[in-house]
């Protein structure tokens, strides 16, 4: 509970503007929780390990179909983030989504699924110390969490279906668990070997590289062209099929930016110049997904995105545009161009058409040193200089107020 960080503090004042209240106290649940992954303690064939996970990821996830383990991934994910004993004793609660595991029936190969948590008996749960997860119940023969006998490859990753099973009858490698850590965000991967794992990322053809561990894998790869095909799984639930970005997973439009920002900030992230501090859930995520790609595949989602329509985003932030203007014109246009459509011999990005609640929190980002923050970082500090020349919080919103009316038709 003490994670609640600056960052997500900032978010949340600024999304209030735009985002229901249902929406913002999702956002709220989000940075108040603590939890872990809720690991399988044999790694069986996954070199990574099992987690509990769901089907899908960000704007895909599918909290309706069956529980499953997938490849443990590296970094705190909304679907695979997992708290123990909450919001009642026995029950085991996925908080991004409130949702809480529960034993569809009980008996031997009964399925896994979300629900509502209430005293449903199916959804309490006995952790007993053998790592055993016990269904509570009263009859003689006891059911356990556990999970398939047969994986299935996803990219480079692994999943299984989860299970109820008969305790005393089950092989234990099944049905054996690490509960999450009640202050630990992150599993630690450092007790594993990554380095000798196959590579991480299907269908593009180079092994994922970096070696950072539990990369996604692309769900929708297959084999086809890397690029479009590898985008749809790899980038596509997080920044929307369109690259026209989804506000609700922080995640940016990219189609209309260009080529070089685009690949030096893929970079930035995979060489943690950008969203390692403490409390950047989201751009930490964004991060653990860049490491996972080589110079290659990130041409080709570059290039991909190339080909996607641009179509300019939708404006959700308000200010008073006259201020912005006298602040963009004195401060910004030298750089960022006095059409704010960027300049590379500058390395100054495009802005205007851009989501503009992205360019509110990046500011915020620079103002409070979580951007151009980390040494090896020339270009974002030369920028955070800037952004910290904006006397208030409403500058903030009045220069990109003015953005927002230099976007191109
Ligand atoms: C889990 C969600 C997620 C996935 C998957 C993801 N991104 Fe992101 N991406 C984000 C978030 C969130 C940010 C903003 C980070 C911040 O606030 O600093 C971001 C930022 C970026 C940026 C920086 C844009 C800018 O203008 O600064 C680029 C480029 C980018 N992503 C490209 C990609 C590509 C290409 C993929 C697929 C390989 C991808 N992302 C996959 C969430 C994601
Ligand atoms: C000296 C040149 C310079 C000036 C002046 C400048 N910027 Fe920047 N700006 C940059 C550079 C270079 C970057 C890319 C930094 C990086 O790689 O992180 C950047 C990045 C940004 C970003 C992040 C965009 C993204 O998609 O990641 C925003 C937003 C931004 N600038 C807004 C502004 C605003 C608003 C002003 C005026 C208050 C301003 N800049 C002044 C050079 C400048």
Not at 353 to 357: A, L, P
Not at 391 to 395: A, G, K, L, V
């Given at each position: 509970?003490?994670k609640?960080?600056?960052?997500?503090?900032?978010l949340?004042s600024?999304?209030?503007?735009?985002?229901?209240?249902?929406?913002l106290s999702d956002?709220?649940d989000?940075?108040?929780?603590?939890?872990g992954?809720?690991?399988?303690?044999?790694?069986i064939?996954?070199?990574?390990?099992?987690?509990?996970?769901?089907?899908?990821?960000?704007?895909t996830?599918?909290?309706?179909?069956p529980?499953?383990?997938?490849?443990?991934k590296e970094?705190f994910?909304?679907d695979g983030?997992w708290?123990?004993?909450?919001?009642e004793?026995?029950?085991?609660?996925?908080p991004?989504?409130?949702?809480c595991?529960?034993?569809?029936?009980?008996e031997?190969?009964a399925?896994?699924?979300l629900a509502?948590?209430s005293?449903?008996?199916?959804?309490?749960?006995?952790?007993?110390?053998?790592?055993?997860v016990e269904?509570?119940?009263?009859?003689?023969?006891?059911?356990?969490?556990?999970?398939?006998?047969?994986?299935?490859p996803?990219?480079?990753?692994?999943?299984?279906?989860t299970?109820i099973?008969?305790?005393?009858?089950?092989?234990?490698?099944?049905?054996?668990?690490i509960?999450?850590?009640?202050?630990?965000?992150?599993t630690?991967?450092?007790?594993?070997?990554?380095?000798?794992?196959?590579?991480r990322v299907?269908?593009g053809?180079a092994?994922?590289?970096?070696?950072?561990?539990g990369?996604?894998?692309?769900?929708?790869?297959?084999g086809g062209?890397?690029g479009?095909?590898l985008?749809?799984?790899?980038?596509?639930p997080?920044?929307?099929?369109?690259a026209?970005?989804i506000?609700?997973?922080?995640a940016p439009k990219l189609?209309?930016?260009?080529d070089w920002?685009?690949t030096?900030?893929m970079n930035?992230f995979?060489?943690?110049?950008r969203g390692?501090?403490?409390?950047?859930?989201?751009?930490?995520?964004?991060?653990?997904?860049a490491?996972?790609?080589a110079?290659p595949?990130?041409?080709?989602?570059?290039?991909?995105?190339?080909s996607?329509?641009?179509?300019p985003?939708?404006?959700?932030?308000?200010?008073?545009i006259?201020?912005?203007?006298e602040f963009?014109v004195s401060?910004?246009?030298?750089?960022?161009?006095?059409?704010?459509m960027g300049n590379e011999v500058?390395?100054?990005?495009r802005?205007a058409?851009?989501?503009?609640?992205y360019?509110?929190i990046?500011?915020?980002?620079?103002?409070v040193g979580?951007?151009?923050n980390?040494?090896?970082?020339?270009?974002?500090?030369?920028?955070?200089i800037?952004?910290?020349a904006l006397?208030?919080?409403?500058?903030v919103l009045?220069?990109?107020?003015?953005i927002?009316?230099?976007?191109?038709?």
């Open positions: 509970m003490q609640t960080s600056l960052a997500a503090l900032l949340v600024h999304f209030s503007m735009q985002l229901s209240a249902q929406e956002v709220q989000y940075q108040e929780w603590f939890g992954n809720f690991m399988l303690t044999d790694l064939d996954a070199p990574l390990g099992y987690c509990l996970d769901l089907e899908g990821y960000a704007s996830t599918d909290t309706s179909q529980v499953i383990v997938h490849t443990c970094g994910w909304k983030t708290r123990v004993n909450y919001p004793q026995g029950q085991v609660y996925l991004e989504y409130d949702l595991l529960a034993a569809a029936a009980l031997h190969d399925v896994v699924v509502e948590c005293d449903a008996p199916l959804q309490q749960f006995v952790f007993q110390d053998s790592g055993q269904v509570l119940s009263d009859s003689s023969e006891k059911f356990c969490l556990a999970v398939g006998e047969t994986s299935r996803t990219g480079a990753n692994l999943r299984r279906q299970r099973a008969n305790c005393d009858n089950t092989e234990a490698q099944y049905t054996h668990w509960l999450p850590a009640e202050d630990a965000v992150y630690d991967f450092a007790t594993f070997d990554a380095g000798s794992t196959a590579p299907a269908g053809g092994p994922g590289g970096m070696g950072a561990p990369g996604m894998g692309a769900p929708a790869a297959g062209p890397p479009g095909n985008f749809t799984g790899a980038c596509s997080c920044h929307a099929p369109t026209n970005g506000q609700t997973e922080f189609t209309g930016q260009e920002y685009l030096r900030q930035n995979a060489q943690g110049l390692g501090n403490e409390g950047e859930r989201w751009a930490t995520q964004m991060r653990h997904h490491a996972t790609f110079a595949q990130i041409a080709s989602f570059v290039s991909h995105i190339r996607l329509e641009d179509v985003a939708p404006v959700t932030i308000e200010g008073d006259s201020r912005g203007e963009y401060t910004c246009a030298a750089c960022h161009g006095f059409d704010a500058l390395n100054s990005p802005l058409g851009m989501s503009d609640w360019t509110v990046q500011l915020n980002k620079y103002r979580m951007r151009g980390h040494p090896d970082d020339a270009l974002g500090m030369q920028m955070a800037f952004a910290k006397p208030d919080e409403q500058s009045d220069v990109t107020a003015y927002n009316t230099l976007a191109p038709e």
